[in-house]
Every structure is written in C-alpha cells, then in structure tokens.
Antibody
C-alpha cells in the first residue's frame, strides 16, 4: 500500500528555519520524482519543489528559490525540505507527493511571531 | 508561468445529474516531443489531501469510477461527471505539469443540491 507520511511542521517565528520530512513506503522510492506542494486552507495548492530520483535535478517555485532546499535519501526512502528565512506567507499545509499522482496527508507550518 | 483558469467556481448538482467543469490554460499543454497533453484533474474531499482523478488529459487514475472523464484540446479542457453521486462533493482542481512551475486552477466546489 502506498504511504507518504510528512512530519516536522511547527510554529516558527519569521526568519526562522524548519526541516520537513516525508517517509515513503509501498513503492520503489528511488524510481520516482518527488514533490513538495503547499496549500493554505481554502486556497488552491501551490507547487513548491521537485527532485528527480537520483537527485541530479531540483526545481523550485520562484517564491521559495534561494530559501528552500529539497533533498532525498533513497536508502531511507525519505524526502526532505529545508526551509530557511521563513515568512508569514510560507504558512500552509505542506504535502509531499509521489509524481504528483499520490499525496500524503500533510504537515502544518505556521510562521508567526 | 502557465496560468490555469477554471469555471465555474461553484457547482450545485442534483444527484444523478451530469456535471461539467472547464479549465483553460494560458498556453497549450501539448508536449511537442511526445504529443501528450499534460493536464490532470484532482478532487480534494473535505479534510483530505487532493486525489488524482484524471491524468494526461483523459486517462482515469486507478480506482476512479468510469463516470469521470476528461477531454479537451488546444488550451481548453473539460472534466465531466456523467451522474453525480453524494461522494463526489469537494473541490476539483485542474493542474498543468507540462512545465515548471507546475500550476493549478482556482478550484471548483461541487455541492449536492
């Protein structure tokens, strides 16, 4: 059974940092492009970042470029998102998604003083 | 960035009746290399993460009932539900994955009359 479990969401002050994790199971993790997508409740999803299976290509939304870093550890079947210089507008539920065909249940990030 | 626009934003439907949602893109979503149209449809049920319904314009995802169908050409796409059921309530999103950044429509909220 496909499973993606995000963790690491928290309340953090503006300018702070947070690292999100996503644990994957039920599929060959290294074969799949993995994504982070965020969503403010009641609004459309916003794609954040993607990484290919071998970590040779990473892509970012302009809104997070230079502040967020996506990475993965295929040996641990895990995806990460290092978020630095956080802003209030980064507050959202963050989902990891396998090829954008299957999404986890999300982890809540709140940036507020 | 490719802009995705959906209509209507709200769609009240009587059970058993058909429903249709339109999505337009600011540019064609046809990949010039392989001829595929990289337009997907998602349903986000209340309190859940988005789930894939239709991928690459017209292919139903695994487990999706055949009352859902996707079509379109050029920059105009349509999701049709042949007979709406109570379990179909939620917000429907179109999404393009032809190019980064991946972008979503604003969403169409389907409710049961």
């Amino acid at each position: 059974e496909l499973q993606l479990v995000e963790s690491g969401g928290d309340l953090v002050k503006p300018g702070g940092s947070l690292r999100l994790s996503c644990s994957a199971s039920g599929f060959i993790f290294s074969d799949n492009i993995m994504n982070w997508v965020r969503q403010v409740p009641g609004r459309r999803p916003e794609w954040v970042s993607a990484i290919n299976g071998r970590s040779t290509h990473m892509y970012y939304a302009d809104s997070v470029k230079g502040r967020f870093t996506i990475s993965r550890d295929n040996a641990k079947n895990s995806l990460y998102l290092q978020m630095n210089s956080l802003r209030a507008e980064d507050s959202a539920v963050y989902y990891c998604a396998k090829d954008l065909t299957f999404w986890g249940q999300g982890t809540l990030v709140t940036v507020s003083s | 960035d490719i802009v995705m626009t959906q209509t209507p934003l709200s769609l009240p439907v009587t059970p058993g009746e058909p429903a249709s949602i339109s999505c337009t893109s600011s540019q064609s979503l046809v990949d010039s290399d392989d001829g595929n149209t990289y337009l997907d449809w998602y349903l986000q049920k209340p309190g859940q993460s988005p789930q894939l319904l239709i991928y690459t314009l017209s292919y139903r995802a695994s487990g999706v009932p055949d009352r859902f169908s996707g079509s379109g050409s050029g920059s105009e796409y349509t999701l049709k539900i042949s007979r709406v059921e109570a379990e179909d309530v939620g917000v429907y999103y179109c999404m393009q994955r032809l190019d980064f950044p991946i972008t979503f429509g604003q969403g169409t909220r389907l409710e049961i009359k």
